[in-house]
């Protein structure tokens, strides 16, 4: 991993702000009677305004948080001010032999990257090319919760990282299509979500879905060497997105508005789906292992 000795690009501040508004910060949110606890579990970005993508790691601390599943979506104020409002999300699948989880919009949005963003040609998806990431920094620390960034995700106005790094490898399956990129030089990454986009075209090259434990065989009994975060690549991505039909209503005038009897409706035949994932998959994805049992 030659990452040290190699020099690469920081995207102009241009690139980072129009990437930026198509990134979410997604969690669940637990209505009280009183009050409402919201959980910000992690990063994930919109596709085609209905969309909204992000890792199965990502997925799973929002259903074991339980609640509304949620996403902050960029609005820019009167004012300029750059501002996240909430806008209810449905779990539409998940797929756990890539780390993926995908969730629809209960009203489309005015943000996202187009399905003409995600880089189909294999040839770009390869070891070298140079990317970048953009993604909201955890809120929880070791000791307990980071009161300074839960309070800007309060706001609707978390912090947002850009790191650099590029492709170390690109696994292939048996046809010679990429199913699986290493990413070289950004071990923070491993808790996905995140997309990773090339510097020269600003195309989506895959998402952030975790990490594979490397291990090294020494003197001693074989030992963990460092973790390498890994990204489903984005050709699986637009076929996976490409096979999804769902009709999400236009934006509304109340981000809260659910009372549409179409986005009910849509709701209702979700959940079914819903029911149907969690009767047919038992999820043995495992955080770090990069794949998790195959589900066809």
Known sequence: MGITHKH??????????????????LGARQMGVEQSTVHFEGTGFA???????TSLSVFKAMEKAAGQYFAGVY????????????????????????????????????????????????DCLTAGVEAFTLSFPATRCRNGVDEADMKRVAAGQ???????????AAQKDKNGVPE??????????????????????CKILGVVVGALDVFVQGSQPVCLSHRIPVACPSNILYDVLDEVSIVVPGPSSDPYDDEDAETASLAKDVA?????????????????????????
């Not at 690469?8 to 990134?23: A, E, K």
């Open 180 to 201: 699986l990129l290493e990413i070289d030089g950004a071990p923070w990454l491993a808790d996905g979500g995140a997309p990773l986009i090339d510097v020269d075209s």
């Open 75 to 122: 609005q820019k104020t009167e004012a300029g001010v750059d501002v996240y409002q909430t806008a209810d999300l449905m779990l539409i699948d998940t797929d756990t032999v890539r780390g993926l989880a995908v969730f629809g919009f209960e009203q489309r949005q005015e943000v996202g990257f187009s399905m003409d963003d995600l880089e189909t040609n294999e």
């Open 158 to 168: 978390p912090k947002v990282f850009t790191h650099l790094c590029s492709i170390g």
């Open 272 to 296: 079914v789906l819903h029911d149907q994932i969690d009767e047919e998959d038992e999820y043995e994805y495992g955080y770090g292992s990069g794949y998790g049992k195959m589900k066809k």
């Open 47 to 53: 596709v085609d305004g209905q969309f909204a993508v």
């Open 8 to 25: 690469i690009r920081m995207p102009t501040q241009h690139i980072i702000d129009s990437v930026r508004r198509n990134l979410l910060f």
